[in-house]
C-alpha cells in the first residue's frame, strides 16, 4: 500500500556535474515544485554504492537524471514528461 | 619499403601515441591528433612525450574540445557552455576532465571519452553527453 505522500513524493537522481540534470532541477525549481535530489557523485562510497544499486534496479543504467515520481521513473531532462507527471 | 623507425609521440590525455611528424623538435606544441589536446614535445629516453600546456585550465579544455570538434567535423549546440561548466567542476572535485554525465573517473573517460573518440558520434549524432554533435 502507498500512502499518498509517497505517491507524490518527487526524487531527482543527479550528478552534480550533469548539465541535464541542472535543467531537471531548474525546471522543478522554476515551477516551485518540491522535490528531494540526491547527488550522487557527492555521497561518500557506501552511501554511494547503496544509491548506485538502487538507481540501477530502478532503470537498469547508470545514467542521470533519473526522476521519480510518485510509482512512475524515468531517465534524462524531460520537459514534456515531467508537465504531464505534474500535470503543469 | 624504407625499414626507418617511425616515431611516434605518447598523449597523456588519450593514452594512445600518434605519429611524430616532420618540423617538429623539442618544444614544439602541437595538437593531438586523437583527442584534440595541445602538447608541448619533450624527448625522453622511452621516446617523445606531450605536456599538456595550460593543464587544468578552463583554457585548456575549451582548446582540447574545439580542436576535436574541428579534428572530427563535429557540431556543438546550446548544451555546449554548461558541459565545459560540468567538466571544470570535475576537474576541481575529481582532478580532471572526466565526462560530467558519467559517474566514473578513469582515463577513458577524460573528455573526449573514449566511445567518442571510438566513434560514437558516427554511430549515435551524439557523445554521450551530448557536447559533441554529428553534422546535419
Not at chain 1, 521519480?68 to 514534456?80: L, N, P, R
Not at chain 2, 600546456?53 to 575549451?62: A, F, S, W
Amino acid at each position: 500500500m502507498i500512502s499518498m505522500a509517497e505517491k507524490h513524493k518527487i526524487v531527482v537522481y543527479a550528478l552534480s556535474t550533469c548539465p541535464y540534470c541542472k535543467r531537471t532541477k531548474r525546471f522543478l525549481d522554476d515551477h516551485k515544485v518540491a522535490y528531494e535530489h540526491i547527488d550522487v557523485d557527492l555521497l561518500d562510497d557506501s552511501k554511494q554504492d547503496e544509491v548506485l544499486d538502487k538507481v540501477e534496479k530502478l532503470t537498469g543504467m547508470r545514467s542521470f537524471p533519473v526522476v521519480v515520481i510518485g510509482t512512475e521513473h524515468w531517465v534524462g531532462h524531460d520537459e514534456q514528461r515531467l508537465k504531464k507527471a505534474l500535470n503543469l | 619499403m624504407s625499414d626507418a623507425k617511425v616515431e611516434r609521440v605518447y598523449c597523456p590525455v588519450c593514452l594512445a601515441k600518434f605519429k611524430y611528424s616532420e618540423g617538429w623538435s623539442e618544444g614544439s606544441v602541437v595538437v593531438c591528433p586523437i583527442c584534440g589536446e595541445r602538447l608541448t614535445l619533450r624527448k625522453t629516453a622511452d621516446g617523445w612525450i606531450g605536456d599538456r600546456v595550460d593543464r587544468g585550465t578552463e583554457k585548456e579544455i575549451r582548446s582540447r574540445i574545439d580542436g576535436f570538434a574541428e579534428i572530427r567535423g563535429y557540431v556543438f549546440n546550446d548544451v555546449k557552455e554548461d558541459i565545459v561548466e560540468g567538466l571544470l567542476g570535475k576537474y576541481k572535485r575529481f582532478g580532471d576532465f572526466y565526462c560530467p554525465c558519467r559517474m566514473e573517473h578513469v582515463p577513458e573517460y577524460q573528455c573526449p571519452c573514449k566511445p567518442t573518440r571510438g566513434g560514437d558520434v558516427e554511430k549515435n549524432g551524439k557523445c554521450h553527453c551530448g557536447l559533441f554533435w554529428k553534422k546535419a
